[in-house]
């Protein structure tokens, strides 16, 4: 595992001018529950942070609580604990930092989105109306991210 992540940045898909940035204290902990032994199950949480017009930039991911359903190959997470970090959060930044998605692991070197991945992502996207990003983490060092708005998942590119 590397020690010091960079940040990641990237270029919103849907909008040429728009950044998608995370701080490498985010990736450090998505790192930690890669599923990198078998006995390892899925993980997930929520993403939070600003949005600064059309960019979004991640500070924070929850991690698995107590109540989420968890095994090898499905997570299922309970809303309650982690809509009330998302809560928290909102209010000690006096309404700053938001919702801005998803993450969760799976036990493959290049994670790709399930179909209830993709429809479970369609239907926040469109419920939230502005633009959600999304992460799963592989159980080696390949990550997929993409963006959504609307209906439509876009996997972002470096
Ligand atoms: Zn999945």
Known sequence: MRSVRNPVLTVNPFEAEAFVLIEPSVL????????????????????????????????EATRPMQDDRRSRFSFDRAPHGHRQVAMRRWQESNRQIDYLGEWHSHPES???????D???WQALAASQGKPMLFIIVGNDTTDWFGVGVGTQITQLTF
Do not use: A, W
Request: charged share 20%; no cysteine; proline share 7%.
């Open 28 to 59: 450090e902990v998505l790192d930690q529950f890669r599923q990198d032994t078998t006995l390892k199950p899925e993980s997930g949480g929520i993403l939070l942070g600003y949005r600064r017009g059309l960019h979004l930039h991640i500070v």
């Open 118 to 120: 993709i429809r479970g």
């Open 110 to 116: 290049f994670p790709s989105p399930s179909s209830i």
